[in-house]
């Protein structure tokens, strides 16, 4: 059963026409949900307001003060220990290898041009394996695979570009000041 529009006016206090009026006497006939919601509201709005005793709204005032103080003090001892915890953990594992590295600069000088010796001459490969397949493969292929083939990394290149440039030019989306 559809109890948006009856809620909805049972919620809303709204002032309704007569074929409103009639439609929601209709419906609280046969739902029970509704009538509930109907004689809650009623009950609501018929009970007594106590008014709030003398100096109500300065006491809160001043304990919400307190209490964001509080926090602002638990946020702070929490950073800290979290810091302080995070700092102490990582020293404990790096004093290891800071130790060796303080102790024998040589080692990891060493080491340090090996990885970088290491990372050239695989580079250097890299690159002449992918030139040599280049060549390879160039001779196998006929001119009309490779004009199909950079016409299509070109259109994927362009739909890439569309893409990027429709996403940068989206009105923003979400609450506005």
């Known amino acids: 059963m559809n109890h948006q529009p ?6 809303n206090d709204k002032n309704l026409t007569p074929t409103e009026k009639r439609d929601l006497n209709l419906h609280l006939r046969t739902c029970t949900h509704c009538t509930a919601l109907s004689a809650t509201g009623l009950a ?21 003060a307190a209490q964001k103080i509080a926090e602002r003090r638990r946020k702070l001892w929490g950073m800290l ?12 594992f790096a004093a290891p290898y800071f130790y060796t590295f303080i102790s024998a600069p040589v080692e990891w000088i060493t080491v340090i041009i090996g990885y970088f010796l290491f990372a050239v ?21 006929p001119p009309y695979v490779w004009m199909v083939l950079v016409s299509a990394l070109a259109g994927f ?14 009105a923003p989306q979400g609450v506005s000041a």
């Open 6 to 11: 009856f809620e909805e006016w049972l919620l």
């Open 81 to 92: 220990v979290l810091i302080l915890g995070g700092a102490g953990l990582l020293g404990w």
């Open 157 to 170: 290149g362009l739909l890439w570009i569309i893409s990027i440039w429709r996403f940068s030019n989206r």
């Open 121 to 141: 001459t695989s580079l250097q490969a890299l690159t002449e394996v992918v030139s040599v397949m280049i060549r390879i493969v160039a001779d196998f292929m």
């Open 44 to 64: 609501l709005r018929s009970a007594n307001v106590a008014a709030p005793a003398a100096g109500f709204s300065m006491r809160f005032q001043q304990r919400l």
